[in-house]
């Protein structure tokens, strides 16, 4: 595993040893960050469910200003942290090592983290802590509600082990639903990438394309307000 462009081009990530999800491959990588390269400059992103950081880190490499990343297996965590330091991006990385469905409220990239309770995983700060998508559209850091979230992620990479649409689907939906309403700009880019036979829909959200590699689909999704509706014209 590697990173495909950028400033760390070609450096080689830790990758997970786990199997309940898949590595994404490289031509998958390269086809999806040739969509969303308009939109990665000065991009605040957020790598749910992050395994070692392959997504987040392509997207510091690309010019992404800060990336979060959420993931509480240790053995992840621990090639995370090795990715981050390899690469030098401490000052532009956040580490959430806890469960992510406890994180009430999710906070802000850049926001001082407050401990979790007695027991759970600690917080880290750092490491120690087809068509192309348009960036024409406006990024306020902060939006009244309505119509779409009220926060400055730009780019939410949605990438739950491959059970937990079966195991936990509402779960899911609920936590996405906190990240779209308190974290997601109105004009956010959300990938949900699952296995193909499975489907759970995100509310609060419209699908503007679907790819498909074998048995991984990646959805991308962004929030249902009318600046993102498809034109009736195309």
Known sequence: MRIIAGEFRGR???????????????????SLFDILSPILEDAVVYDCFCGTGSMGLECLSRGARHATFFDMDRHALAGLKKNIETLGVQDRATVMASDIFKLLPVPRSGEPLTPPPPGEAGWGRGASNGDRLSKDAPRPHLTSPGGGGTGDVSLL?????????????????????????????????????????????????????????????????????????????E
């Open 12 to 30: 080689l990530l830790v990758e997970p040893r786990f199997d309940t999800t898949r590595p994404i491959t490289d031509r998958a990588k390269q």
């Open 157 to 233: 990479f949605f990438d739950p082990p491959y059970p937990f649409l079966r195991e936990k689907p509402a779960q899911l939906i609920d936590l996405m639903t906190r990240l779209l309403h308190h974290r997601l700009a109105p004009d956010a880019t959300i990938l949900f990438r699952h296995d193909t036979a499975d489907a759970l829909t995100l509310p609060g959200l419209v699908q503007t394309d679907l790819r498909t590699y074998g048995g991984m689909a990646i959805e991308i999704l962004r929030p249902a307000n009318p600046a993102n509706e498809p034109s009736q014209a």
